[in-house]
């Protein structure tokens, strides 16, 4: 990766200040070229949402004028700090602002916030001549390249990659997308799902004899399908976990649409979500927990679920070879 661009503009809630930078960073700094690398890197392994670069005249402003980068990274570091100086769950931090050509020679815009961490260093003084080492607290210590990115964007073409936590702003939800870059509220993927298995139960429990699988299924579904086409569809959700249940099938699929889940829900950051579901734990009522690649979840010659004459259920590891 090259860069082409970057400037630091400081966000320091505790001293009160905004310090913008009036120039870009030597783009030449070969620690600067790692630690970007690396942060870009952690960005597309989160789970973003997308956006049309066209429904976000801060962030288009930003890529369509590269020869005022500097002045319009600060404009919106500016509107940044003025938005959170007062809230005190949202910390302060450095915007790092890059444009930057990776190895296919595609250009890069984007920015990162780096949250503050307190950390713990010696110090070296004087009292008058006499030499005391001593142990400081600076506040102001940027994150490591490998932690999670709370807040930034990454524009690639028309798309803008957007992470954006919610905060709470003194009693209000806040956040970077909506509050900064006036992006209209996007559900995650992972909100989707969470509506999709909280349906699947209670629809079960209307329809079906027992409820103990649904999970597994339901995360089975959702993880075949993503592999499939890199989407959620709603219908083999239905199949897979509903079977031969056709008004089972009908109600859950009505009961989607009610809570806001499309048909058809797209995943744009497809490996995260095959990771997250290519195993499955299974918790059971004696404590045991087992984790089951969900290939193997529904091969009886593998594991077999029986429900006994009790109501109860029995978890059956088949062919188990030694090591």
């Given amino acids: 990766m090259r860069i082409l661009k970057a400037v630091v503009h400081v966000m320091d809630k505790d001293s009160g200040n905004v310090v913008v930078s009036h120039q870009a960073v030597d783009p030449g700094n070969v620690v600067m070229e790692e630690y970007l690398q690396k942060l870009i890197d952690k960005l597309m392994k989160t789970e973003y949402t997308e956006t049309n670069l066209e429904d976000c005249q801060v ?12 002045d319009h990274s600060a404009q919106i570091s500016l509107a940044f700090f003025d938005a959170i100086k007062g809230a005190t769950k949202i910390s302060g931090g450095d915007l790092l602002f890059f444009r930057a050509q990776n190895d296919d020679l595609v250009e ?85 799902i969470k509506v999709i298995e909280k349906t699947v139960k209670e629809t079960a429990k209307k329809y079906t004899e027992t409820d103990v699988l ?16 890199e989407s959620i569809d709603s219908d083999y959700v239905a199949d897979t976990v509903f079977q031969n249940n056709p008004e089972a099938k009908v109600a859950f699929k009505e009961k989607l649409k009610e809570r806001g889940v499309a048909e058809t829900v797209r995943v744009p950051n497809a490996p995260i979500f095959e990771k997250k579901y290519q195993k499955q734990k299974i918790k059971l009522g004696n404590g045991i927990e087992m984790t089951v690649p969900v290939d193997v979840l529904k091969n009886k010659d593998v594991v077999e679920f029986r429900t006994n004459p009790d109501g109860t259920m029995s978890v059956i590891v088949k062919n188990v070879e030694r090591e």
Avoid: C
Wanted: glycine letters at 4%; a neutral charge; zero cysteines.
């Fill in 59 to 70: 962030v288009k402003q930003l890529v369509d004028d590269p020869a005022n980068f500097v």
């Fill in 214 to 229: 649904t999970v597994p299924e339901t995360h089975k579904a959702v993880y075949e399908s993503i592999k499939k086409d």
């Fill in 108 to 192: 890069l815009t984007g920015m990162v916030k780096l949250d503050y961490t307190a950390k713990y260093s010696h110090a070296i003084e004087y009292d008058n001549d006499t030499l005391v080492n001593t142990i400081i607290q600076n506040k102001t210590i940027l994150p490591a390249p490998v932690q999670t990115v709370k807040d930034g964007f990454l524009v690639m073409g028309n798309t803008i990659r957007v992470q954006s936590k919610k905060y709470d702003n003194n009693g209000e939800d806040w956040s970077f997308a909506q509050n900064i870059l006036k992006i209209p509220p996007v559900k995650k993927v992972s909100e989707h």
